[in-house]
């Protein structure tokens, strides 16, 4: 029986540094044993349990896609006990991933159709694992046309920023990035990110959103998407919670008979229409 | 299934002797109270108790256990063996006696969750295969407070248990259920028991099921619980509620759990202990949201978890109506009380 509480062994073999604030770090693993990295099948949109032996484990989304072979990247806040103590690692050092876990973005579901990715502040991390994922040369055919609407407060806070160039400069992907409020420096758009939607206004023709951000952007976004025709069948999202298991066992994400860790985290907000709001 | 009748005076005796053969836990008396304790080899249990104060859960989801070890290296805390990954799993054959037909069920509860197709928990499943359980029959229910036939159970249900014993006066009927509980029948002896004694057994069932006041309308609000997540009746059921916690530690069903590290020198261990959905701290994130903010949405969830969430995953209502819970509130929070009013909705 495989125990599906013990890490996997991985490196860190990469650390990029996101936002001007230095609170925000991109970590790309390294997997130690070969046969750990083909055991770790995942789709965009899972999680894993970062774990540190001696301070414990946090659940992250996975950052990188899995059509990027050879490492995984998880981009995290630092925050509490345990991406405090990730954050002051270095390149080198040895820690623990437990995963992959949870659900995924539909990935099938999405296939065939024209996809709407909006992000908001640092809540773009599995959003950007689907981008790349879609845009791989093997996949994009298997996808419509692909708009992304990605905003953070201010220019320093845009994560991925080397990657937000290369896309702008693909004719396969509609990207608009915009910040609440620019610099000196700042010559992209200024606008909220509901408000460039509203702007953007993608067709809800044959149509999926993929939307991931804090509450306050989802929830003045999400009107915008109704006025353009949406259904809640066709706006997809993922819901964050206090874990620890995360194979539906240790009782703390539960919401409604769902249990987040194993059931989601991705949902439709027609799924969530039908779950008790306690999340 | 064989049947043997085991003299009543022997049975103490019999289970100390396999004290000396495997582990052995079974009811003692430990100052005032009726507790599971490992017996020494000769040790004789008690036979004729009301029910332990703790549930039996614990053998199997012990309040604390280690996952896993691990060891600093100069690139940072590294698992102790990466190879053998069931190392940490205490091993042996341990016997289960004296286990009330209430809590055996409760073993079959956890095992829909601990030993599910995808997922499976090997501390869990582990020491589940390696631990035959000795059921005793409650032909007179103890308890006011003993409501298993409400949920499911019953005074001499064999669910859970891989061997009955039920008191018929000068013996015990010794039903031994599965191939872990055949394995005892040497140990046990006995004469063979036929249809008298399965009569006997089956009118002292019915007298006892009778037995039991307490009956709650649990299979009824399944559907109003559905439909009440929002409802005026939450808003003050919680108010005496302390939070303690006690009601979850002592159910045989609830299996919430944390796990943290602890660390000394240069090693340490990775350990998971019982939690409960009473704490505010349970559900609270980083950033300082809680999704259940108040005691209120604890107890909800509580219930809901029981009489809703689990029919829904499991098909099964995750009570066995033990009375613990009812018995140990510092408040007199009284589960069936709750069930009942909830079903006036």
């Known amino acids: ?279 | 299934m064989e049947k043997r009748l085991i003299k009543k005076e022997a049975l103490a005796g019999i289970i100390g002797e396999l004290a000396g053969r495997m582990r052995v836990y079974a009811p003692v008396q430990a100052e005032d109270q009726v507790l599971f304790k490992a017996l020494a080899e000769g040790e004789k249990p008690l036979v004729d108790f009301a029910n332990t104060k703790n549930a039996p859960k614990n053998f199997f989801f012990p309040r604390t256990e280690t996952l896993m070890k691990f060891t600093r290296t100069e690139k940072g805390m590294v698992h102790k063996d990466q190879e053998k990954a069931g190392e940490e799993k205490q091993g042996g054959e341990t016997l289960l006696f004296g286990v009330r037909p209430c809590d055996a069920r409760s073993f079959t509860l956890l095992d829909m969750l601990f030993d599910q197709e995808k997922y499976q928990d090997p501390y869990y499943i582990d020491k589940r295969a390696k631990t035959t359980v000795v059921a005793l029959g409650c032909v007179h229910p103890p308890y006011t407070t003993c409501f298993c036939t409400s949920v499911d159970g019953a005074p001499l249900a064999a669910d859970g248990a891989d061997l009955l014993l039920t008191d018929l006066g000068e013996s015990y009927l010794a039903e031994f259920l599965t191939t872990k509980g055949e394995a005892l029948l040497s140990a046990f002896g006995g004469t063979p028991a036929g249809e008298a004694e399965d009569k006997q057994k089956e009118a002292l069932a019915t007298q006892a099921a009778g037995e039991i006041r307490s009956r709650i309308p649990a299979h009824e609000v399944k559907p109003i619980l559905d439909a009440r997540f929002e409802d005026p009746f939450w808003n003050t059921l919680h108010q005496k509620c302390l939070a303690c916690g006690t009601c979850t530690y002592l159910c045989p069903t609830c299996h919430c759990f944390d796990i943290s590290d602890e660390t000394k020198g240069d090693s340490g261990v990775r350990i998971r202990n019982w939690d409960s959905c009473m704490f505010p701290l349970f559900t609270k994130e980083t950033s300082g949201h809680n999704p259940r903010p108040s005691q209120k949405e604890r107890w909800r969830q509580r219930v809901m978890h029981k009489f809703r969430y689990y029919m829904d995953n499991f098909g099964a209502i995750a009570c066995v109506g033990c009375g613990r819970c009812v018995m140990a509130c510092p408040v007199n929070l009284d589960i069936r009380k709750i069930v009942t009013d909830i079903a006036k909705l």
Not at chain 1, 35 to 45: M, V
Not at chain 1, 149 to 165: H, M, N, Q, S
Not at chain 1, 236 to 261: A, D, F, H, P, Q
């Open chain 1, 1 to 279: 029986m495989q125990n599906p509480y013990i890490p996997i062994p991985v490196e860190v073999v990469k650390i990029v540094t996101e936002v001007d604030t230095k609170d925000i770090k991109t970590f790309r693993f390294a997997f130690l044993k070969k046969e750990d990295e083909a055991a770790f099948g995942y789709l965009p949109g899972q999680f894993a349990e970062l774990s540190i032996f001696g301070k414990g484990e946090s659940p992250i989304g996975i950052a990188s896609s899995p059509t990027q072979p050879g490492y995984i990247e998880f981009t995290v806040q630092k925050a509490g006990v345990v991406t405090s103590a990730l954050h002051e690692m270095e390149v080198g050092a040895v820690m623990g991933v437990r995963g992959p876990l949870g659900n995924s973005w539909p990935i099938d579901f999405l296939a065939g159709k024209n996809i709407v990715i909006v992000g908001g502040g640092f809540a773009f991390t599995t959003l950007r694992s689907l981008i790349n994922y879609m845009i791989d040369e093997r996949n994009r055919s298997r996808f419509g046309k692909i708009t992304v609407i990605y905003g953070a407060r201010t220019p320093g806070l845009l994560i991925y920023k080397d990657e937000l160039d290369a896309w702008a400069k693909r004719d396969d992907i509609n990207l608009n990035v915009t910040v609440d409020k620019g610099d000196a420096d700042w010559k992209g758009r200024e606008g909220f990110v509901p408000t460039v939607c509203r702007e953007v206004a993608p067709s809800s023709e044959n149509a999926v959103t993929v939307i991931c951000g804090p509450p306050i952007m989802i929830r003045f976004t999400l009107p915008v998407f109704f006025e353009l025709g949406f259904s809640k069948e066709n706006i997809i999202t993922s819901l964050e919670m206090r874990m620890k298991c995360g194979i539906g066992k240790c009782g703390r994400c539960n919401v409604g008979e769902k249990y987040v860790c194993k059931d989601g985290p991705v949902f439709s907000l027609a799924e969530l229409d039908k779950l008790t709001k306690e999340y």
